[in-house]
């Protein structure tokens, strides 16, 4: 599958250029992607083994690491070069982020675990609280689970309030790194459907990181991280 | 909202919590309580007496005289002779002089006698007079005034007639039943001994000690015996001119005629601070160190919390905290704790202060302000939260260096 399928008028979520980043300075090779665009709207699948650097290319997209060369653009603004404060605040505003587990902060109420992401995008939203209960139905929870404190809520639930904990400052960007891996198959499918749709109806750029080939079903674009990945070493 | 999440953490560890808070309140009472002791024992004997430039009593040792003149404490050595009090009263360099003759009590209070001249002359606090709540100043030998605590304790009114016993304590075995005294006044209350005392005038101490049968006899005619004491306690003076305290001084302590010892309030007074100072300052010392070992209680309890709270630093990472806000909200949690802390030690040591007052003053002759929110306490409570912010910045770091490391997905 070709690397760059972007034609010039569609608008580019991620942009990667000539990326470098080392775990430890020491290190002698480096994670490195000469390249690598996504359009706005797609939804990616973004597969590879364990300890392929699925999860560092997350973290970079994330801005919770930063490359050592190479730029990262995310929707048409410079991201990798940002102060670490503007990269925070941009990520609050622009990316909605979902781990494997422990996405909720467990003493929390649902609400107020969703009340936080509006926080400290600092966007002013007043209507969190109605626009939380419309995604909550969306994900088909029932809005009553509000109140409940997050470390009550079983797993399948606890993810799917991180899907709109996520959502809730509307981005344009969602990174996802193994949501399912704790779901049995029947949730796991409920799950991914409920994603994809949510995404598509609000024209979410989705990355979803998985090692399960299974999931690849619901994408339309899948990418082996091995594919993408060049270590400097061998490049020359 | 930093607040709010601060607090929530904080709930969700409710037991570490709690144990560290109820460490905390313990420290900071002891602080508090230390400081408030110290200012207020200073302020209540400072105020003890005012405007009185000399104390003059037999020689023994300055602070003996002033313990017993003017705190009612301990017993006088010896007399002086009635005669020097009217040598002194005569003096050209005298304004006014009080005679107090002391040794008498009654149900544990101190029997005090004297003139008129103590209700128009003596002083306390900034120059305050002693004022009459009700009734007036003695005028007859069996008369006495009372102080206002007396009055509160003991149920007196004006009008009432009491019977003084021989001897300091509560159950004296002399009792002077054939004397009845009838209560004429009683001052208004000043937070002094004062307070605490019956004052009655000189020849009512005498006519007390006089034999039965004298007694009868006087009791039929009140100027059949003469009851001109011969000695007295002790005497104070006021000067016309500041001038002259040295002078006079010098010549009461080379009196010849009888053996005579003056003091001067103010300086017996820093003397016996200085006294104070060591106890004072061992007792600070002993506050700070139990404070700064609870201090240290909270900052192991927050960083030991750390490990536990490394997933709950990635998720507010993600959603766009800054490690510094990471920084805040450690210190935060630090901050509610010692604030709440030191309101309740505040609000603890105020209720103790208000419902052992009484006691205190009776007992040890405190007069404690049961008010603990005065500007000294403020700045007692600044300094410990200032100690905290310094304490607690160690967990915070560790939560700022989480936060800088952490990484999606990190595996639990």
Not at chain 1, 98 to 115: G, H, M, R, T
Not at chain 2, 222 to 239: C, R
Request: hydrophobic residues 45%; aromatic residues 8%; contains cysteine.
């Amino acid at each position: 599958m070709p690397n760059t399928i972007s034609s010039a008028s569609t608008p580019l979520a991620i942009h990667i250029d000539q990326l470098s980043y080392k775990y430890h300075k020491a290190d002698k090779t480096s994670f490195y992607i000469p390249n690598w665009q996504v359009t706005q709207g797609e939804q990616v699948f973004l597969h590879g083994e364990s300890g392929s650097g699925k999860t560092t290319l997350l973290n970079l997209l994330a801005g919770v690491l930063t490359p050592q060369s190479g730029d990262i653009a995310l929707l048409e603004q410079a991201f990798s070069t940002l102060s670490s404060k503007k990269r925070d605040k941009f990520r609050a505003q622009n990316i909605g982020v979902v781990f494997q587990q422990f996405n909720l902060i467990p003493y929390l109420s649902v609400l107020k675990n969703i009340q936080l992401a509006s926080y400290f995008a600092k966007t002013g939203n007043t209507q969190i609280e109605q626009y939380a209960k419309a995604l909550l139905l969306a994900l088909k929870l029932p809005t009553t689970i509000l109140q409940k404190a997050a470390n009550t809520l079983s797993v399948g639930q606890q993810q799917r309030v991180a899907i709109a904990r996520a959502l809730i400052n509307k981005p344009k960007l969602l990174l996802v790194d193994e949501p399912t891996s704790a779901l049995d198959a029947a949730s796991r499918d409920a799950f991914m459907t409920l994603l994809i749709d949510l995404c598509k109806q609000h024209g979410i750029t989705l990355v979803f990181v998985s090692h399960d080939m299974h999931l690849q079903q619901f994408f339309e674009r899948s990418v082996n991280v091995t594919s993408l990945l060049k270590e400097e070493g061998s490049k020359c | 909202m930093l607040v709010s999440l601060a607090w929530s953490s904080l709930a969700s560890r409710r037991k570490s919590v709690i144990l560290t808070f109820l460490s905390l309140l313990i420290s900071i009472s002891v602080l508090l309580s230390v400081e408030h002791i110290r200012q207020q024992a200073k302020e209540s004997f400072n105020r003890t007496i005012s405007d009185v430039d000399m104390i003059v009593g037999a020689p023994s040792g300055q602070l003996n005289l002033l313990l017993y003149s003017v705190f009612r404490m301990g017993s006088p050595t010896s007399n002086i002779n009635y005669k020097s009090y009217e040598t002194l009263k005569g003096s050209s360099l005298v304004k006014w002089a009080i005679p107090i003759s002391l040794g008498d009590s009654h149900r544990g209070f101190r029997v005090m006698g004297t003139n008129n001249s103590y209700f128009e002359h003596f002083k306390y606090g900034t120059k305050q007079p002693l004022t009459f709540s009700s009734g007036q100043p003695f005028n007859a030998l069996f008369e006495a005034v009372i102080g206002a605590d007396v009055a509160k304790k003991l149920n007196y009114k004006v009008g009432q007639s009491v019977v003084i016993a021989h001897g300091i304590g509560n159950t004296s075995f002399t009792h002077h039943d054939n004397t009845p005294f009838i209560i004429k006044g009683i001052l208004s209350p000043t937070g002094t001994p004062v307070d605490k005392t019956i004052h009655v005038s000189l020849n009512a101490i005498e006519a007390i000690h006089l034999s039965p049968a004298k007694q009868a006899k006087l009791l039929n005619n009140v100027d059949s015996v003469n009851t001109t004491p011969e000695s007295i306690t002790a005497v104070m003076l006021g000067l016309k001119s500041k001038f002259s305290t040295f002078k006079l001084q010098r010549d009461i302590n080379n009196y010849k005629a009888d053996r005579l010892m003056a003091v001067l309030p103010g300086v017996a007074m820093t003397e016996l601070w200085q006294m104070m100072a060591t106890v004072e300052n061992l007792l600070r010392i002993i506050g700070i160190l139990v404070l700064v070992s609870s201090l240290f209680g909270l900052s192991t309890m927050l960083l030991a919390s750390m490990a536990q709270r490394k997933n709950e630093i990635a998720v507010l990472r993600v959603l766009g905290a800054g490690p510094s806000v990471i920084f805040s909200l450690v210190l935060v949690e630090a901050l509610i704790l010692v604030i709440l802390a030191s309101a309740a030690a505040t609000a603890l040591l105020s209720l103790t202060l208000w419902l052992l007052g009484d006691w205190l003053g009776a007992t040890y002759g405190l007069f404690l302000n049961a008010n603990m929110l005065n500007v000294e306490t403020l700045k007692v409570i600044a300094v410990i939260t200032v100690a905290a912010i310094i304490t607690s910045a160690i967990p915070a770091y560790e939560a700022y260096k989480n936060a800088l490391h952490s990484s999606l997905g990190a595996k639990n």
